[in-house]
């Protein structure tokens, strides 16, 4: 027998005594039979279902709020809607946007940003423009809703989710595939402080 059939050299004596001590036999035809009916789970077996790709699920949440912003947050009017004359209004013009941002506080004390821009550019295609709130000098930054122009024009009236008295207000251009989280691409800032 060669060296590779023994195993290790040193152990050739030791696997050439157990041959000889050991008769071979075959092992009976239902072994491996028994040994499944012992190893088998009782359970039943539960199909395999495909998981969706994790950016999927997080691209249909960025569109589910994106969606929900939109439709429970932004109310496209051509008028004040009763608001009254503005706490406070910041021009905003570059060559993507041109208008005013307002702040309004209502009867009951909430407060509403008023987004009036005559003249806005389309967004790319598969984008969109989201207004984003956020304190002075701070990186967090809240979205408050999405809206793409129709013939250049806006008015967006939003709901405020905060008394903060000092906000900054940042527009940024979304891909509508991308994540929930700003895209770092702004195209207008104000403070309405």
Do not use: C
Request: aromatic letters at 4%; glycine letters at 6%; proline letters at 8%.
């Amino acid at each position: 027998m060669s060296d590779d059939a023994l195993g290790i050299p040193e152990h050739r004596d030791t696997v050439e005594r157990l041959e000889q001590g050991v008769a071979r036999v075959a092992p009976p035809d239902d072994l491996y039979d028994r040994i499944l009916d012992d190893v088998r789970p009782t359970a039943t077996v539960v199909p395999f279902r495909r998981r969706l790709p994790v950016w999927v699920s997080s691209a249909a949440a960025a569109a589910v709020a994106a969606a929900a912003a939109v439709a429970l947050t932004l109310a496209v009017t051509q008028d004040d809607g009763g608001l009254g004359d503005p706490i406070r209004e910041v021009s905003v013009s570059n060559a993507r946007i041109d208008g005013t941002l307002a702040l309004y506080r209502g009867d009951e004390g909430n407060r509403t940003l008023v987004a009036d821009f005559d003249r806005v550019a389309d967004a790319p295609k598969d984008h969109f423009y989201e207004i984003w709130i956020s304190r002075p000098g701070s990186d967090v930054k809240i979205p408050i809703g999405a809206f793409t122009p129709s013939q250049g024009h806006v008015h967006l009236e939003v709901p405020l989710p905060t008394e903060d008295k000092r906000l900054s207000i940042d527009i940024s251009i979304e891909d509508e595939n991308g994540p929930p989280a700003h895209s770092g691409d702004t195209v207008a800032q104000a403070d309405l402080t």
